[in-house]
Nanobody, 130 residues
C-alpha cells in the first residue's frame, strides 16, 4: 500500500509563499513521477506540476509557470512544491500522487492528468487571501 505524508499548507496573503512537501512510501516503481494536483471547491482536479525521479525532468501547468518550482530528494522519495507569488485563485486542496516514470513522455504531450495516477495523498489546504 502506497502511503503519503503531505505537509506545508496554510493561510497566506496574496504575493506570499508556501512550500509543500510530499513523502511517498510503499510503492514498487524503480523510477517514478511525483505530481501535485489541486482542487478548488466546485472545480475539477487540476494538474499543477510533477517531477521524474529518473532524470529530474519537470512539468508545470501554464497557470503556475514562473511562480512554482518542483524539486525532489530521491533518497527520501520526497517531492517539494515551492509556491511563490501566490494568488487568491491558487486557493485549493493540494494533493500529491505517484506513478511510474514511464508516463512522463505522455504528460509532456498531453498534460498532467489525474487518471495517470492510482495512488493519492490525503491533501493539504492552501488558502490565499486577497
Amino acid at each position: 500500500e502506497v502511503q503519503f505524508v503531505e505537509s506545508g499548507g496554510g493561510l497566506v496573503q496574496a504575493g506570499g509563499s508556501l512550500r509543500l512537501s510530499c513523502a511517498a512510501s510503499g510503492f514498487t516503481f524503480s523510477d517514478y513521477v511525483i505530481a501535485w494536483f489541486r482542487q478548488a471547491p466546485g472545480k475539477e482536479r487540476e494538474g499543477v506540476s510533477c517531477i521524474s525521479s529518473s532524470d529530474g525532468s519537470t512539468y508545470y501547468a501554464d497557470s503556475v509557470k514562473g511562480r512554482f518550482t518542483v524539486s525532489s530528494d530521491n533518497a527520501k522519495n520526497t517531492a517539494y512544491l515551492q509556491m511563490n507569488s501566490l494568488r487568491p485563485e491558487d486557493t485549493a486542496v493540494y494533493y500529491c500522487a505517484v506513478t511510474t516514470a514511464q508516463v512522463m513522455g505522455v504528460i509532456r504531450s498531453w498534460g498532467l492528468q489525474s487518471h495517470y495516477f492510482a495512488s493519492w495523498g490525503q491533501g493539504t489546504q492552501v488558502t490565499v487571501s486577497s
